[in-house]
């Protein structure tokens, strides 16, 4: 997240949040006046943590409801972008089945999705195409079973995009911009304690921000922390800071002095 995801100044923010999400749709196949839901992970593994179909399953009901409260014509139509890049790196061990990618389209049919609401992207694309991908969006949807840190997360809310996590862990404590919605229980699983989503919760919150109802000031206050806590250089800067101090030690107690030879 560089500086160039600096948001300083609401209203040039806003604009320019605009242009680009127009230039980023048309260069990537969106639609221009959808309301598109952003999905994305790298996928080699099979334990589904990233919890793509339950992601599917809440565009489907979150759709649904929009079209049921459009009475006036004034929601827009939903589009999901699912970013399941199958990066090189894993194709070794994707051959010798030590890794095994979800079929993501049979996801998306088996969740009732239609071809015509739904792209599936597989490229592995230079970072800063990536982030072009987060940019096209209203939304990230990001509902992990269990999560590292959470990149992406930071990533859309440097960008002006709200975010829709399962909130516990650094899902909870990073979402700034968006809504961090309660998960159901925890649960064992083969990796770990987990902890299970709220696909009812995930529906309120697409609908939520559909409907253009977070805080104000949100965007600006999370654009901010990322840029001036969390960004590449900010991070380096402290790390270099930390292995290059002298190293401090605690002063020996009388005891420890008493047994010095």
């Not at 015509?116 to 990536?130: C, G, K, M, P």
């Not at 809504?179 to 919150?205: I, M, R």
Request: aromatic share 6%; proline share 7%.
């Amino acid at each position: 997240v560089g500086s160039e995801m600096g948001i300083r100044d609401s209203a040039a923010a806003r604009a320019g949040r605009v242009a680009v999400l127009r230039w980023a749709r048309a260069e990537h196949g969106a639609p221009a006046d959808a309301f598109v839901v952003a999905v994305t992970f790298a996928n080699y593994d099979g334990e589904n943590r990233k919890n793509v179909d339950l992601a599917c399953l809440a565009f489907r009901q979150m759709r649904d409801a929009l079209r049921a409260d459009n009475h006036t014509g004034g929601r827009r139509t939903p589009f999901l972008y699912i970013r399941a890049v199958q990066i090189n790196a894993a194709q070794k061990l994707i051959q010798q089945g030590k890794v095994k990618p979800l079929n993501v389209d049979a996801i998306a049919m088996g969740a009732g999705l239609r071809p015509a609401e739904v792209r599936i992207d597989t490229r592995e694309l230079e970072y800063a195409q990536a982030v072009e991908l987060t940019a096209l969006a209203d939304v990230l949807l990001h509902p992990s079973k269990t999560e590292g840190f959470g990149m992406p997360i930071l990533e859309a809310q440097a960008l002006g995009v709200p975010v829709v996590t399962n909130g516990w862990g650094a899902m909870l404590d990073y979402t700034y911009h968006g809504v961090a919605v309660p998960p159901l229980q925890p649960q064992w699983h083969s990796l770990g304690w987990v902890y299970t989503p709220n696909t009812s919760g995930f529906v309120e919150a697409l609908v939520q921000v559909e409907g253009g109802q977070l805080p104000d000031g949100q965007v600006e206050a999370a654009a901010a922390f990322v840029r001036d806590e969390l960004a590449p250089d900010v991070v380096t800067a402290r790390l270099e800071e930390m292995l290059t101090a002298p190293r401090r030690h605690p002063r020996p107690s009388q005891s420890q002095q008493a047994l010095a030879p």
